[in-house]
């Protein structure tokens, strides 16, 4: 069984899929001169509800898959910075 945490993520993502279907259906009522304004107040909940879970649920950790690259650039860092030291102790 699947715990909580893979769940809300889920279901905010159903309630942005139905808000973003509600407005296109509010833009083409608008198109067809017959307004539906419930469209609008429904995918405008919809968008909230969807906001709110996304904003319970805590961010991903963060991935490794570029700690390579990561643990060169700090190397290359380290290695400047050490023969700028060292350029200005030979300067003094």
């Not at 159903?14 to 083409?28: A, E, M, R, T, Y």
């Not at 067809?32 to 469209?39: F, H």
């Amino acid at each position: 069984m699947e715990d909580n945490s893979s769940l809300i993520p889920r279901v905010a993502s159903f309630f942005l899929l139905v808000s973003i279907g509600l407005l296109i259906l509010f833009i083409g009522s608008v198109l067809a001169d017959e307004t539906q304004g419930l469209l609008l107040l429904v995918s405008l909940i919809s968008g909230l509800i969807s906001y709110a879970l996304y904003r319970r649920t805590p961010p991903p950790p963060p991935s490794d898959r570029f700690s390579g690259l990561r643990k060169a650039r700090e190397r290359r860092q380290k290695r400047l910075a050490e023969k700028q030291q060292k350029r200005q102790q030979k300067k003094k």
